[in-house]
């Protein structure tokens, strides 16, 4: 069973649809508050999705008291999945499914104040009204409670305009935006993401607040920065998002190397392009084609070390040579400081490493041996290669983009044409490592390293072909030319 709900409270309302609904399972939640006698109110995100027609099924359940036996009543009656509960922090978390088979996670929680101390994030909290719990969120659409008890029930309280400010697409602070960032400084990274992921405009308090305070951002966990972060890596267009982090210096204080690459010199009237917003259009490019979250990764990170390897020379301009080579050292640091999971950084550091090899072969007759050669490096990666280096191509000018674009075309359809793609791209040698210590009777070791990186080479130089055969032969050739060698 589902039920509508209404607004009773906040100027300039939305208006919501006559068919938007609620799970039935939480009005049960309602009545087993009132069996309690407790005030209970659906808050936060899910109210605000409501009304914005977003799907969400992260459920907060806010009573006015103790929220601890409370959630027990609620497994105790309702059943759920997943039964967690932290007394120390008054709060319960469970899994529930309603009548269709979708699965909703809930918190319980009790609504609370809370004070801080300036150098630390974690609140001093007690138990509080309504009020106190609504004022201390983050952004007046989120500040949004939708009360469940009998008497009353599906009305929404809208203390701060939140109704309001979903209509004008606005994030603004329920209180004044710096106390609400310095209670907690993870709230200045969610006014981005947020601003991102609902592509709202930020209230300019807000901004110089973040502006003012953005070094406070340094008493956060770095996990939860970067998760965050990763968020609005995630979003439709994240160079919203990114261009908040860099205009009050967020940027600089999370990955101060990604900071970096803002802003133009000029020496002898020649100025090279501000990389960082460069990067920040390559990133949406990219995400118009691709939702995998390392690749765009890889693409706000694919001139990183432009900054360190940019140099003049009279005559040839500004010039960056090497940057993809450092560039890897750098993106292994990055990984490191924001403490992501180490499982896609090879595949970051191939996109970056890599990023430059097609654009030369789109400029110039196309040799088998150097198509062989770009496979066999990408791998299984090589269509996600071809996707970044798209989104590379900046230009304003049509017809400069348009020969570009053409060029990779030529390269893409010789790929195709090169017999072997399908075992290059998968980088797998007709020939293993072991093959070559069975063959030759040898012991792990260098030898058998240099044996097979020649062989390998020679088939994507085109010397033989994609053979089992053809390789071991070469490789018993290589061997006894070795043999020789050492015996002169």
Known sequence: MTEPFQMITGSDPLQMPEH??????????????????????????????????????????????????FARKIVERLGGRHFVLFERFRTAQLELDDHQGGTFKLEIVGARKESYNPESRKPITSIGTLEDDLSRRDFTINALALRLNHENRGKVIDLFEGTAHIREGLLKTPLDPEKTFSDDPLRMMRAARFACQLEFRLDPK??????????????????????????IMQCRKPSIGLEILHSTGLLKEIIPEVA??????????????????????????????????????????HDIAKPVTKRFSNGTGWTFHGHEVVGIKIVARIFKSMKWPLEPLDYVQKMVRLHHRPIPLSKEEITDSAIRRLMFDAGADLEDLMTLCRADVTSKNPRKVQRIMS???????????????????????????????????????????????????????GLIPYDRQAALDYVMTVYRELQDKNMK
């Open 206 to 231: 807000s901004l110089e607040a973040m502006s003012a305070m953005n070094s406070r951002i340094q008493i956060v966990s770095r996990e939860r920065v970067s998760n965050e972060f990763l968020k």
């Open 20 to 69: 938007e609904t609620i799970p039935g399972f939480i009005y049960r939640i309602g009545d087993l508050a009132d069996e309690e006698g407790l005030s209970c109110y659906l808050v936060g995100g899910y109210v605000r999705d409501l009304y914005m027609h977003r799907p969400c099924t992260d459920i907060d359940i806010m009573v006015i008291g103790d929220p601890v036996p």
């Open 260 to 301: 970096a690459m803002a802003g133009i010199e000029q020496v002898d009237g020649l100025g090279h392009k501000d990389t960082l917003f460069h990067t920040f259009q390559v990133v949406d490019n990219l995400s118009t084609h691709s939702d995998k979250l390392w690749l765009r990764i890889g693409a706000l990170f």
């Open 407 to 461: 060029n990779f075309n030529n390269v893409e359809l010789k790929i195709s044409e090169v017999g072997e793609k399908d075992q290059l791209a998968k980088w797998r040698p007709p020939v293993s490592g072991n093959d070559i210590m069975e063959m030759l009777q040898l012991t792990e070791g260098r030898l058998v390293g240099i044996i097979k990186s020649r062989m390998e080479n020679a088939i994507i130089d």
